[in-house]
């Protein structure tokens, strides 16, 4: 009888499963991304360069910088002033010297041209030239150069009383001329004008002066141009 009960147990104990443990599964970690090397940033330009009215943070380029951080642009360095045209933009560099090179380089000139009343053929001239040392900036290479087309100030507050469709058929004849020339010389051209003519109705757009866009807009153009900057970058 003793036999037969142990019998059992044993039986018994061998037919039941053991005991497994689950096994925790694992969300599989992508590997991070490698740190980009630096890009060096040049910035030319005029008072939309330069950021009239507006913190250093919240200026175009300084913000194209910010957003392509993880592509390795560097806060960039500027040559810009406040009513600067071509002319005086290539006299400023030329006076400046400055013998570096830069990985990436962008221009936004010509507003203070047709402002003046400049003829067209001079801003083509002197903007082929400009071309030719932002190329230079870039160490001889037009495909690290960008340009923006020329904002339509008179959709400003400021231009309320001016003759705005004389002014927005100026500033498309200077941007088609401008993007005729990035064209020819390899340049990547970049059209944010509809976006400033989009702004029109809407004073969070604007510096106080009414003339120049605050940083809200401005980043707009950052976001427009981040994705050519990062295609020239390859």
């Not at 019998?7 to 499963?17: G, Q």
């Not at 950021?51 to 592509?71: I, N, P």
């Not at 401005?218 to 970058?233: F, G």
């Amino acid at each position: 009888m003793r036999i037969l009960i142990l019998f059992s147990l044993l039986l018994s104990w061998s037919c039941t499963e053991p005991t497994v443990e689950p096994v925790p599964r694992t969300t599989p970690v992508s590997p991070p991304r490698p740190a980009a090397a630096p890009v060096s940033y040049l910035a030319l330009g005029d008072s939309y360069t330069i950021g009239e009215g507006v913190g250093e943070a919240d200026r175009w380029s300084e913000q194209l910088a910010q957003l392509g951080q993880v592509d390795g642009i560097q806060k960039p360095d500027i040559i810009a002033r406040t009513g600067w045209t071509t002319a005086e933009l290539q006299q400023a560099i030329n006076s400046a010297n400055n013998k570096k090179t830069y990985g990436l380089v962008s221009l936004l000139i010509g507003v203070n041209n047709q402002y003046r009343g400049q003829p067209l053929a001079t801003y083509r001239t002197e903007l082929r030239q400009l071309l030719q040392t932002a190329a230079r900036f870039a160490g001889g290479q037009p495909s690290r150069v960008f340009v923006l087309s020329i904002p339509d100030w008179g959709r400003t507050p400021y231009a309320r009383s001016y003759d705005q469709e004389r002014i927005a058929t100026e500033i498309n004849q200077f941007n088609a001329a401008a993007k005729e020339e990035c064209q020819q010389a390899g340049v990547a051209f970049i059209d944010i004008t509809d976006l400033t003519r989009r702004a029109a109705d809407d004073p969070t757009q604007f510096t106080p002066d009414g003339l120049h866009y605050s940083g809200r807009h401005m980043q707009q153009w950052a976001q427009r141009a981040l994705p050519v900057a990062r295609q020239l970058l390859k």
